[in-house]
């Protein structure tokens, strides 16, 4: 299988996209991988299998990679002689926050019909903003965590006892999160979270807060990770992320008993079917006095959460020949020529 690993892309979370990149060299090694890199300009580029490392990128030398040109049917090279397609069987979308998660990319997959792993347009735009994902969740009656919404310009005023956590509603890998402890705190805390975005979720903090990650997708049937606890300390900031993210080696599964682990995975089912089918997707849950509650639909998790799967791989073989595909429409102008008819102009 040939797989166009897609990274990059108009984001904050651009460079990460970068480290889940590089790592699928160590993760899909039976698979021939073709690299299409999207500079923040949204230029695409072909990346050199060989030689991709993160200098490439940050040394500004991928300017030197062809340039590609997105058309019907694929990414093209164009030259003086015409065009040649790069070859590949499925676009993975590893392009993290903007860009690659909110839906541009999706569209414009389906637009061109190019085959793709990743969210679609309606469940991208719902789970890359973290309000939208509240009211699916709550739409399809998986409990969430408590939250206020807050935008730039409304009054900063909170209701809910503090500690709190502050998050930028379109944002993810911790940036512009805060955990404010008083309110004197709170300002600053929406100073840091405004600077990414217009709108912020404010949650409860919950000191020791238990929580689970559960991946996986729907091929011809379920495929579910392995539900992970992570270990960390108040949250997992930008720099434990980034580095998290490079990770290509499983995990050991959470201690917990087959009642909880048959909850989280009945939620995560609840939220990815219908909407999700065609991606692989990460959900955080945290447990509280027993209960399971989403915390964040991951729609383009770091490393596509790989480290979560016995055989990750394969399962994106699998993935690849149970994609979802759109209808075909024949437009026959029959509407059209009746009217010609109508008119005598036939």
Known sequence: MNIAILFGGSSFEHEISIVSAITMKKVLKKSILTYIFVSSDRKFYLIDTDKINSKLFSSGEYKKSKELTLKQGGFFIDGMFGSKSVNFDVVLNLIHGRDGEDGK???????????????????????????????????????????????????????????????????????????????????????????????VIVEPFIEGVKEFNQAGCFTSEWELSIVEEPQKEEFL???????????????????IDDALISQIQESFKTIYNSLFKGSIIRCDFFVVNGEVLLNEINPIPGSMANYLFEDFEAMVSRLFENLPTENSISVDYQYIHSIQSAKGKA
Not at 237 to 255: C, G, I, P, T, W
């Open 105 to 199: 990319i999706a569209s414009m997959m389906e637009f061109f019909n190019i085959p793709f792993i990743s969210p679609r347009m309606e469940a991208s735009a719902l789970s890359y903003n973290k309000l939208y994902t509240k009211f699916l969740a709550e739409s399809l009656g998986v409990k969430t965590v408590a939250y206020e919404y807050l935008s730039k310009d409304d009054e900063r005023k909170v209701t809910m006892d503090y500690p709190v956590i502050i998050k930028p509603v379109r944002l993810g890998s911790s940036i512009g999160v805060s955990i404010v402890k008083e309110e004197t705190e709170l300002d600053y805390a929406l100073d840091v979270a405004f600077e990414f975005d217009t709108d």
């Open 237 to 255: 900031d930008f720099e434990k992320k980034y580095m998290d993210f490079s990770r290509d080696s499983q995990v050991l599964a959470a201690n």
